[in-house]
């Protein structure tokens, strides 16, 4: 979690100890969640992004992959991202299947609540 609180803090992140490793994780928590609801709002104006979780969402994670790798780590403290080759690949198809995929099957199950019928009306 300090890695993630290195984006804040650089490197002095790595010897902060739990304070640091808590703010990574608020910080890791408040992107996740940030991530979630713009998906959610969005999928209330565009159906196909909860009709069609598994596609609009692997591309969810994709563009989640893309936002996060090439425009807010360059533009934080943390220090350049990973070159190798296996890495990046696992990372795109993390975000995809285990963040993206995720993220539109819960606004799939949001669609099928009566409080989202409601409104979306």
Do not use: K
Not at 25 to 42: E, N, R
Not at 77 to 96: C, E, K, M
Not at 99 to 104: S, Y
Request: glycine content about 10%; charged content about 5%.
């Amino acid at each position: 979690m300090q890695s993630v609180a290195a984006g804040l803090l650089g490197e002095a992140s790595f010897t902060g100890g739990r304070a640091t490793a808590a703010l990574g994780l608020a910080l890791h928590y408040f992107i996740a969640i940030s991530m979630s609801v713009a998906y959610y709002l969005v999928s209330r104006r565009w159906p196909v992004l909860w009709q069609r979780p598994v596609a609009c969402g692997a591309a969810y994670g994709l563009l989640l992959y893309g936002i996060m790798n090439y425009v807010v780590l360059p533009l934080s403290a943390a220090g350049p991202r990973s070159n190798d080759p296996l890495w990046i690949v696992l990372s795109i198809a993390v975000h995809a299947f285990l963040i993206g995929v995720p993220i539109a099957l819960f606004a799939r199950r949001a669609a099928g609540s009566h409080a989202f019928q409601a409104l979306s009306a």
